[in-house]
């Protein structure tokens, strides 16, 4: 596991007592159910997950970043303010 994704998990996992693994979390932050079912590891790195990094987690687990963005900004209409991913969609 690379040092970005332990950085990137470590934020995610922690507050929540979870364990998920790197590919967990980037299915997670792709999928656009992840917000109607409130999934508090992908509104987390959404929102707790400093922007270079989300950038450079995006990057390395393969996601399009258009995807992501979409996600960030459907997570900012429920959060009720804008999320740094959202700003690219």
Same mark, same amino acid.
């Given at each position: 596991?690379?040092?970005?994704?332990?950085?990137?998990?470590?934020?995610?996992?922690? +507050?929540?007592?979870?364990?998920? #693994?790197?590919?967990?979390?980037?299915?997670?932050?792709?999928? +656009?159910?992840?917000?109607?079912?409130?999934? +508090?590891?992908?509104? #987390?790195?959404?929102?707790?997950?400093?922007?270079?990094?989300?950038?450079?987690?995006?990057?390395?687990?393969?996601?399009?970043?258009?995807?992501?963005?979409?996600?960030?900004?459907?997570?900012?209409?429920?959060?009720?303010?804008?999320?740094?991913?959202?700003?690219?969609?």
């Amino acid at each position: 596991m690379s040092i970005l994704a332990i950085m990137v998990l470590s934020t995610v996992n922690a +507050p929540y007592g979870t364990s998920l #693994s790197a590919e967990q979390l980037a299915a997670r932050i792709s999928d +656009p159910e992840s917000v109607t079912h409130c999934d +508090p590891a992908a509104f #987390s790195f959404y929102s707790e997950v400093e922007e270079g990094l989300q950038n450079s987690f995006l990057q390395e687990m393969h996601i399009d970043p258009h995807i992501a963005a979409d996600v960030a900004q459907r997570f900012s209409a429920v959060a009720g303010y804008t999320l740094p991913l959202a700003r690219a969609a």
